[in-house]
């Protein structure tokens, strides 16, 4: 049975589109539930891997599954071990809420199916240019988060029967570009090069056989580059892939799936690079910075299903699944990494993999589910799903779970045949492991020390003068083993959620469904610091004025935590799951859309969320503002931690829409409004004996920065040329180079809410393709 809240999205909508080429873009614009973590105008950070969730679920928890198999890369969570190219795919269903025994996460699940080759042979050619004299200014007077310089694409597909009844399908696409981000100097590089292969071939047994393949090359912004002197760091990325898979029909059909899917990471930066000074506000925590490394990640994986058909009004269906993950990072970066806080000298770090961290996973899964068909007008989809995972590194604990997560789903007809269906749907699932948390008690993973920094003369340099008390260790590695560690009774995460969903056809060719959910998460993962507990802290506090700073209704006394310099340096850290750390959301979906070929696609989506959960740290960005992220151990990152998401935008609706019009031209338009993204007034403390710090003066959410608006367009003129089709097309994204604030400066101050970056402006494309 079909999820209630699953959204597909066939080649022939998105083509019609005004679309970028990654799958990425879709979420971005199209679909009306996602949100990644960034703008991708055009083809704007080509070659970068952004995260995306859903509603209020966390960016790790998103699962990605191509021609079946799971192919998320589990090192931190949420992202795929494939660059998805659009051109390689026929269609994507996404999946943000509903249980089943397949699901693996309790997160949005991205579904991509590969494009197979025809029973003739056909090919195409194309090339597309975003010319520098076709691209908007920058309205101003902030400046863009990113700004494009170059970018250009060729690609190539051809397709058809081979020797004994095959079919091949290969694809091929280099696409280079190049961008600015917030205004700065540094030219980054956007690249991505990709081979695709897809064989299928039938046996005279009746079974199929199915292979996929791929290859691919990415070069782009090294995402820890903030950390380090020279910020122009590239990141190559090596990407290759093989699944097959065995389906045998009969009285017992049988489905048999194998792959191994891996990922290559190498910063353009060696070990003894020299590390420089990030300012907190802007750049993020030095801990998620020193985590990000080079290094490779592969998954393997083995499966079978069998599913007997209906047998008296029952349709059966059992599997299981082998996966084993391992990861590898190495050490980057050579002496201190400054940190300021709001521009002012705060500490110095000294920070790093202690050698190549090595993190594994495995996990095993059965499940099992049963559709029973009770009359004309009733369908339950009833079944559950067992799980065993096992999580080791070089820590002395490893993480042991064994689960099991029931689900049952409902289908009602009010009238049997008729337009309306009514679905409802609960059950419980898991969340995923994160190979990072394993990273806890490991000797070989990042840790140091952290001291106070003097910036005597004001270099924004850290001098061995410099260099104050040591003021605190840090981890998650463990070079003695003993200053952090892993709980042995650690729980896994899980979430219980309730579904709803009326939809009705409308006519042959339309069809609108209303859907509402309500979740909770229980049992979230945290990290608690044993060695210097509240004790080890002396609380004040300081007037603020609350949300409203006009008025005086809401004046406070915000706390404040000054670490005990006796207490410095006796840190100790434990992964677990700290009391009451959980998160709860609602949320209601509408979307309306074409179901039918014809002249018109359409896709309409608008949806309202409600989410409460716990940052993990302060700050509004993914790394920070997020409950799947490793909460920052400190009282004053708890200050007003449990708030709006990075990923509740509140209010989001997308249109798209393209008509076939007379003498082949095609036209298209999407349109996108979301709200602003979730943020709280932060409150910087400068005299704090640990160093300069901020606290939130309320829970994120209760600000928004300003909504989001674009609207991009497409038009596309076909001819015959003896027996090829030539297309022409003009694509136009942030058509109206509208430029709202993306983020503000969130301190308390004179500047408090003056916009600090804004949309990317207007792009336009050029594109030629050809098919034979």
Same mark, same amino acid.
């Given at each position: 049975?079909?999820?209630?809240?699953?959204?597909?999205?066939?080649?022939?909508?998105?083509? %019609?589109l005004?679309?970028?080429?990654?799958?990425? /873009?879709? !979420?971005?614009?199209?679909?009306?539930?996602?949100?990644?973590?960034?703008?991708?105008?055009?083809?704007?950070?080509?070659?970068?891997?952004?995260?995306v969730?859903?509603?209020?679920?966390?960016?790790?928890?998103?699962?990605?599954?191509?021609?079946?198999?799971?192919?998320?890369?589990?090192?931190?969570?949420?992202?795929?071990?494939?660059?998805?190219?659009?051109?390689?795919f026929?269609?994507i269903?996404?999946?943000?809420a509903?249980?089943?025994?397949e699901?693996?996460?309790?997160?949005?699940?991205?579904?991509?199916?590969?494009?197979?080759?025809?029973?003739?042979?056909?090919?195409?050619?194309?090339?597309?240019?975003?010319?520098?004299?076709?691209?908007?200014?920058?309205?101003?007077?902030?400046?863009?988060?990113?700004?494009?310089?170059?970018?250009?694409?060729?690609?190539?597909?051809?397709?058809?029967?081979?020797?004994?009844?095959?079919?091949?399908?290969?694809?091929?696409?280099?696409?280079?570009? %190049?961008h600015?981000?917030?205004?700065?100097?540094?030219?980054?590089?956007? /690249?991505?090069?990709?081979?695709?292969?897809?064989?299928?071939?039938g046996?005279?047994?009746?079974?199929?056989? /199915?292979?996929?393949?791929?290859?691919?090359? *990415?070069?782009?912004?090294?995402?820890?580059?903030?950390?380090?002197?020279?910020?122009?760091?590239?990141?190559?990325?090596? !990407?290759?892939?093989?699944?097959?898979?065995?389906?045998?029909?009969?009285?017992?059909?049988?489905?048999?799936?194998?792959?191994?899917?891996?990922?290559?990471?190498?910063?353009?930066?060696?070990?003894?690079?020299?590390?420089?000074?990030?300012?907190?506000?802007?750049?993020?925590?030095?801990?998620?910075?020193?985590?990000?490394?080079?290094?490779?990640?592969?998954?393997?994986?083995?499966?079978?299903?069998?599913?007997?058909?209906?047998r008296?009004?029952h349709?059966?269906?059992?599997?299981?699944?082998?996966? !084993?993950?391992?990861?590898?990072?190495s050490?980057?970066?050579?002496?201190?990494?400054?940190?300021?806080?709001?521009?002012v000298?705060?500490?110095?770090?000294q920070?790093?993999?202690?050698g190549?961290?090595?993190?594994?996973?495995?996990?095993?899964?059965?499940?099992?589910?049963?559709?029973?068909?009770?009359?004309?007008?009733?369908?339950i989809d009833?079944?559950?799903?067992?799980?065993?995972? =096992?999580?080791?590194?070089?820590?002395?604990?490893?993480?042991?779970?064994?689960?099991?997560?029931?689900?049952?789903?409902v289908?009602?007809l009010?009238?049997?045949?008729?337009?309306?269906?009514?679905?409802?749907?609960?059950?419980?699932?898991?969340?995923?492991?994160?190979?990072?948390?394993?990273?806890?008690?490991?000797?070989?993973?990042?840790?140091?020390?952290?001291?106070?920094?003097?910036?005597?003369?004001?270099?924004?340099?850290?001098?061995?003068?410099?260099?104050?008390?040591?003021?605190?260790?840090v981890?998650?590695g463990?070079?003695?083993?003993?200053?952090?560690?892993?709980?042995?009774?650690?729980?896994?995460?899980?979430?219980?959620?309730?579904?709803?969903?009326?939809?009705?056809?409308?006519?042959?060719?339309?069809?609108? =469904?209303?859907?509402?959910?309500?979740?909770?998460?229980?049992?979230?993962?945290?990290?608690?610091? *044993?060695?210097?507990?509240?004790?080890?802290?002396?609380?004040?506090?300081?007037?603020?004025?609350?949300?409203?700073?006009?008025?005086?209704e809401?004046d406070?006394?915000?706390?404040?935590?000054? =670490?005990?310099?006796?207490?410095?340096g006796?840190?100790?850290?434990?992964?677990?799951?700290?009391?009451?750390? %959980?998160?709860?959301?609602?949320?209601?979906?509408?979307?309306?859309?074409?179901?039918?070929?014809?002249?018109?696609?359409?896709?309409?989506g608008a949806?309202?969320?409600?989410?409460?959960?716990?940052?993990?740290?302060?700050?509004?960005?993914?790394?920070?503002?997020?409950?799947?992220?490793?909460?920052?151990?400190?009282?004053?990152?708890?200050?007003?931690?449990?708030?709006?998401?990075?990923?509740?935008?509140?209010?989001?609706?997308?249109?798209?829409?393209?008509?076939?019009a007379?003498?082949?031209?095609?036209?298209?338009?999407?349109?996108?409004?979301?709200?602003?993204?979730?943020?709280?007034?932060?409150?910087?403390?400068?005299?704090?004996?640990?160093?300069?710090?901020?606290?939130?003066?309320?829970?994120?959410?209760?600000?928004?920065? *300003?909504?989001?608006?674009?609207?991009?367009?497409?038009?596309e003129?076909?001819?015959?040329?003896?027996?090829?089709?030539?297309a022409?097309?003009?694509?136009?994204?942030?058509?109206l180079?509208?430029?709202?604030?993306?983020?503000?400066?969130?301190?308390?101050?004179p500047?408090?809410?003056?916009?600090?970056?804004?949309?990317?402006?207007?792009?336009?494309?050029?594109?030629?393709?050809?098919?034979?």
């Amino acid at each position: 049975m079909d999820l209630p809240a699953a959204l597909t999205l066939a080649a022939s909508l998105w083509l %019609s589109l005004p679309h970028g080429d990654t799958v990425w /873009d879709l !979420l971005e614009t199209t679909v009306p539930f996602t949100v990644p973590d960034h703008m991708n105008t055009g083809g704007l950070l080509t070659g970068r891997v952004p995260v995306v969730g859903s509603g209020a679920s966390s960016w790790t928890q998103t699962t990605w599954r191509l021609g079946g198999h799971d192919v998320t890369d589990l090192s931190h969570g949420g992202m795929p071990l494939v660059y998805p190219d659009t051109s390689f795919f026929e269609q994507i269903t996404v999946t943000p809420a509903g249980s089943s025994a397949e699901r693996t996460s309790a997160g949005l699940q991205i579904s991509l199916v590969p494009r197979r080759a025809g029973r003739t042979w056909s090919s195409a050619v194309g090339g597309a240019i975003e010319p520098a004299s076709l691209q908007a200014a920058a309205p101003g007077p902030a400046v863009p988060i990113a700004q494009l310089r170059s970018w250009r694409r060729i690609e190539g597909t051809v397709g058809g029967p081979v020797s004994g009844g095959a079919e091949l399908f290969a694809a091929g696409t280099l696409t280079r570009s %190049s961008h600015v981000e917030r205004g700065e100097s540094a030219v980054l590089p956007g /690249d991505a090069t990709s081979l695709f292969a897809h064989l299928t071939a039938g046996h005279a047994s009746g079974g199929q056989a /199915d292979v996929l393949s791929w290859v691919q090359g *990415t070069r782009s912004a090294f995402s820890g580059r903030a950390r380090f002197a020279d910020r122009n760091i590239p990141e190559r990325d090596r !990407l290759a892939g093989i699944q097959g898979r065995w389906t045998a029909p009969g009285r017992l059909p049988l489905q048999i799936a194998a792959g191994m899917q891996s990922t290559q990471r190498t910063p353009d930066v060696n070990g003894a690079a020299p590390n420089g000074v990030v300012e907190r506000l802007q750049d993020g925590p030095v801990p998620w910075l020193a985590l990000a490394s080079g290094g490779t990640h592969r998954r393997w994986s083995v499966g079978a299903e069998v599913s007997p058909g209906a047998r008296k009004h029952h349709a059966l269906t059992a599997g299981g699944s082998v996966s !084993l993950m391992r990861a590898t990072a190495s050490p980057l970066g050579t002496g201190f990494i400054g940190e300021t806080v709001n521009g002012v000298a705060a500490r110095a770090w000294q920070y790093g993999y202690a050698g190549d961290a090595r993190w594994r996973e495995a996990s095993t899964a059965l499940y099992a589910s049963d559709t029973i068909t009770i009359g004309p007008r009733l369908t339950i989809d009833a079944g559950g799903r067992l799980e065993m995972i =096992r999580g080791s590194s070089g820590a002395a604990t490893g993480i042991k779970w064994t689960n099991a997560a029931p689900h049952l789903t409902v289908r009602f007809l009010p009238i049997p045949d008729g337009p309306w269906v009514i679905l409802a749907s609960t059950g419980r699932s898991h969340l995923q492991l994160p190979l990072n948390a394993l990273a806890y008690g490991d000797p070989a993973s990042p840790q140091g020390l952290v001291f106070r920094w003097t910036d005597l003369n004001g270099d924004r340099l850290v001098g061995p003068a410099e260099v104050g008390p040591l003021i605190a260790r840090v981890g998650p590695g463990a070079a003695d083993g003993l200053s952090s560690s892993i709980d042995p009774a650690l729980r896994r995460p899980s979430a219980d959620e309730l579904l709803l969903a009326v939809e009705r056809r409308l006519g042959r060719a339309w069809v609108a =469904r209303l859907t509402g959910v309500t979740r909770r998460e229980r049992n979230l993962l945290g990290v608690v610091n *044993t060695g210097a507990p509240a004790s080890a802290y002396l609380a004040s506090s300081v007037f603020d004025p609350g949300l409203d700073l006009l008025g005086p209704e809401d004046d406070q006394q915000l706390p404040v935590y000054s =670490r005990l310099p006796s207490t410095f340096g006796s840190d100790r850290f434990l992964l677990t799951n700290p009391g009451g750390a %959980s998160s709860t959301y609602q949320g209601i979906d509408v979307t309306v859309q074409t179901t039918a070929g014809g002249r018109w696609n359409l896709l309409f989506g608008a949806t309202a969320t409600r989410s409460n959960g716990p940052a993990a740290s302060q700050g509004f960005r993914p790394e920070e503002n997020d409950q799947g992220v490793l909460a920052d151990a400190d009282p004053n990152a708890a200050t007003n931690a449990r708030g709006r998401l990075f990923f509740d935008r509140g209010y989001v609706a997308k249109l798209s829409a393209s008509y076939r019009a007379p003498w082949d031209v095609t036209l298209g338009t999407v349109a996108r409004y979301q709200d602003g993204q979730p943020f709280a007034r932060l409150v910087f403390v400068p005299d704090l004996p640990q160093g300069p710090d901020v606290i939130r003066a309320y829970a994120n959410g209760r600000s928004r920065f *300003t909504y989001t608006l674009t609207l991009d367009g497409r038009a596309e003129k076909s001819v015959r040329l003896q027996g090829a089709r030539v297309a022409v097309a003009l694509e136009a994204f942030n058509l109206l180079n509208t430029s709202h604030e993306v983020e503000e400066d969130v301190v308390t101050g004179p500047s408090y809410r003056t916009p600090t970056a804004v949309q990317p402006p207007r792009v336009v494309r050029l594109a030629l393709r050809m098919e034979f």
